[in-house]
């Protein structure tokens, strides 16, 4: 159980989370939705522990975040972050050793060398567990980096899966996938929040979700209760239409036409003279 | 499989340029002589070797190749250790100032001896000028950890950039020595700045041995830490690796084996450049290999190039540095060239 206590986040004058309190139990899927700079991330970094709330406190399983040492926390959470840096050619099978590291301490046990066989096959990278980290796709990376953060929890029931966009650089198919194996996660006891972008995906398998809006808690319900035309209108600014799904009876979001006039960029836009597509004759 | 195979190759190098550097020299010791001085010297020989050459291995080659092992494979590690926590495939103990401070301290001491030490035994001297160079590196290492502390936290590029200060601080007073300093001084910086294992003892090798072998027992203890560094500070906080701590014990060890090798062999550049790269190259990046195979390899180069050094142009001996940045440079370049290529393609 994750228990987040009235949590600030503040950098100087900075306010970037007020006051979110909220919980999560075992064998929950919940979605973080939010635009952009909302403070999505921020609430990620803050409930991993990466980062102190200014005020307030995040507890897992009623223990403040801060009485764990950081080897008894990294048997309990994993993340998955938004943006990772790797520029050294570790080779895939490497890289998902790494996720282990909390589990042993000089040779990887039997049940490690399970838990990344098992994680590669689930996030589709076995074909790729000799190549260079360096020489894969986006996509791959991000699914080789998604498999890394699985097999840190594979084995540690009720653990905290954190994924901050997870399907960023991922195609459609991909996106399905990953979100579909958060949710089996959940499904076994972990709990899993994840910062979304697509809408669809949270309605689809999200338990709840919490909506973001300028640091604050916005809303924090079910699919159906959170995702109508007002709320998400609130959010995203956007105007959108709310059918339901006859066969999970999920909400589906579409967009109406962008109302966007192109002519409003007209005044920033650089004044360049140019007389139409030249064709020659 | 491979690791082991070039764990072997690089063992057996090693003993190839062990014997031939007890063989070579001024005096050329026959194999078989030297085999049965180290065996009677075991105690599995008891028939009657060459005094001559016992001496000469005994007192001069055994001591400075011992020497010359111990600064290769203390080069060749702290390199990959440093390399490890900047993530960055061309950081050596040179860029963040440690040799840079240890070379600065020794020079003073050689410049302002004629002043200060006037009446001290030269034996005095030489442990005045070691232990200096090995303050030295302790003390920019410290300077330029706290200069990049930033809210407890070491910040890689704030270290790059403190480095580059303190490396361009100690050039201006190292050349300043350089300018103050008289004709016999100023021969003794230049062949201490160029690196030479000339003043290999029994003495120096027991006074640097503890320096360099803990770090070298220690520092493949963090291979696990130093590969979840790759992933960024963050990421491996997440694994249960407490950075700050990392970085700290990394900047300690290397500064202990950097400063003890600076101090009784002056500057030997490349090295810690070049060794761990090549072990990348050839072995792949994991540092459980990295670590204890750049010692391995740092000691085997080393140990060759003090063996070019003394025979190259016999009787005349050439500072080791030259070797190993006329070696290393070609060497660092066609690597820059081939990555580049794998780049483009």
């Not at chain 1, 009235?6 to 999560?24: E, P, V």
């Not at chain 2, 240890?102 to 004629?114: C, D």
């Not at chain 2, 200096?132 to 290492?141: K, L, N, P, Q, R």
Request: hydrophobic fraction near 50%; include cysteine.
């Amino acid at each position: 159980m994750l228990t987040a206590i009235a949590i600030n986040y503040k950098i100087g004058k900075h306010c970037l989370l007020r006051d979110i309190s909220f919980q999560i139990r075992p064998g929950e899927l919940l979605a973080v939705l939010g635009a952009n700079g909302a403070g999505k991330s921020t609430l990620i970094n803050v409930l991993s522990g990466e980062k102190q709330p200014s005020s307030g406190a995040v507890l897992l399983f009623d223990r403040d975040l801060k009485k764990y040492t950081s080897q008894e926390l990294s048997k309990k959470r994993s993340i998955l972050q938004q943006h990772n840096s790797l520029h050294i050619s570790f080779s895939v099978k490497e890289i998902l050793l790494m996720g282990r590291y909390p589990h042993f301490r000089y040779r990887p046990n039997k049940s490690d060398l399970i838990a990344i066989a098992e994680a590669m096959e689930i996030c589709d990278v076995g074909h790729l567990a000799e190549r260079s980290y360096l020489s894969l796709s986006g996509g791959e990376q991000q699914r080789v980096q998604y498999a890394r953060v699985l097999c840190q929890i594979w084995d540690q029931p009720q653990s905290l899966l954190l994924l901050d966009e997870p399907v960023a650089a991922l195609d459609p198919q991909y996106q399905q996938q990953t979100i579909a194996i958060a949710k089996a996660f959940s499904q076994r006891g972990f709990m899993v929040i994840a910062v979304l972008h697509e809408i669809n995906l949270a309605s689809q398998y999200a338990d709840r979700i919490l909506m973001l809006k300028g640091g604050r808690k916005w809303l924090d319900g079910s699919p159906a209760e959170v995702l109508t035309p007002a709320h998400i209108y609130s959010i995203y600014n956007a105007e959108v239409d709310v059918i339901i799904n006859k066969q999970n009876l999920k909400p589906i979001v579409i967009p109406k036409q962008t109302n966007l006039d192109i002519s409003n960029f007209n005044s920033l836009l650089p004044s360049v003279a140019f007389s139409g597509v030249q064709v020659a004759t | 499989m491979k690791k082991f195979f070039l764990y072997c190759l690089m063992i057996s190098g090693l003993a190839i340029v062990i014997f031939f550097s007890l063989t070579w020299g001024a005096i050329k010791i026959p194999l078989h002589d030297v085999i049965s001085i180290l065996a009677k010297s075991i105690g599995c020989f008891n028939g009657v070797v060459d005094s001559t050459y016992e001496g000469v291995i005994y007192i001069i080659r055994f001591p400075r190749l011992l020497l010359g092992l111990l600064v290769g494979a203390a080069l060749g590690i702290s390199g990959a250790a440093i390399q490890g926590i900047f993530r960055n495939p061309l950081a050596e103990p040179s860029l963040i100032g440690i040799s840079a401070g240890a070379s600065l301290m020794a020079v003073i001491v050689i410049t302002l001896e004629a002043s200060i030490l006037v009446g001290l035994s030269d034996l005095f001297g030489y442990y005045l000028l070691a232990f200096s160079a090995f303050a030295g590196a302790g003390f920019v290492a410290f300077i330029v950890y706290s200069v990049a502390r930033i809210n407890g936290s070491a910040n890689v590029a704030t270290m790059l950039l403190a480095g580059i200060a303190i490396n361009a601080f100690a050039g201006a007073l190292t050349g300043l020595m350089t300018y103050l300093a008289n004709e016999q001084q100023l021969r003794t910086i230049t062949f201490w700045m160029l690196g030479s294992l000339g003043g290999a003892t029994w003495q120096t090798v027991w006074t640097v041995a503890p320096f360099i072998l803990v770090p070298l027992m220690l520092l493949p203890l963090l291979a696990k830490s130093l590969n979840a560094f790759a992933l960024g500070e963050a990421q491996a906080s997440m694994l249960g690796i407490q950075p700050n701590k990392v970085k700290l014990q990394v900047v300690v060890l290397a500064t202990m084996a950097v400063g003890a090798s600076v101090a009784v062999s002056g500057i030997i550049g490349f090295v810690g450049l070049l060794v761990p790269h090549i072990i990348r190259l050839i072995g792949g990046v994991d540092h459980k290999f990295v670590l204890p195979a750049s010692a391995l390899l740092g000691a085997l180069t080393l140990a060759l190039a003090d063996m070019l050094a003394r025979n190259l142009v016999a009787p005349i001996e050439l500072p080791i540095g030259v070797i190993t940045a006329l070696l290393g440079a070609p060497v660092f370049l066609y690597i820059l060239l081939k990555e580049k290529k794998k780049v483009l393609h």
